[in-house]
């Protein structure tokens, strides 16, 4: 089983139980073994903390790129801010100095505002697929308790086979 990510670990764990043996006169459960089944379970609950790390990461790394981008931009903002104060010392030139000045502000904006967005929607979607692995080993995880309580609650039946009987009277 080593080596498969979450999702393929999870898709192994409702393989195992669909193929489980039924139980007889019921159409919902089935027998599987539970310590085998515990095992895979406990497999995969030794692998999610390395996703959530890689989550952390991915909030990390999106962190640094908007402060990249910011400073990047203020880098910007600073550079057309001094090209503006140079050439409106012109006379000539000031109102060409205005004009790029303020397309050099804005376009450093707008790349701000497009980087931060674009890393913005890059952790959404893998957050997004993260929260769709924990949806689906939850459900999974769910499942596996449902059907092993119903298992637990049929093992610990024991039917009567003897009729019941009258007290001896004498």
Known sequence: MT???PL???DEIMSYVEGARSVPMSSRNCMV???????MLDDLRGELPAEL?????LLEERDKIIGAGQREAERIITEGEAEHARLV?????AVSAEHEASRLVGEARE?????????EEYVDTTLSNFERLLTKSLATIERGRDKMHALREIGSYAPDDEPEKEPFVS
């Open 3 to 5: 080596g498969l990510d």
């Open 8 to 10: 393929e670990r999870i």
């Open 33 to 39: 073994d539970r310590g085998e089944l515990i095992a």
């Open 53 to 57: 790390r890689r989550a952390q990461a």
């Open 89 to 93: 010392s012109a006379n000539e030139v």
């Open 111 to 119: 790349e701000s505002q497009r980087l931060r967005e674009e890393c």
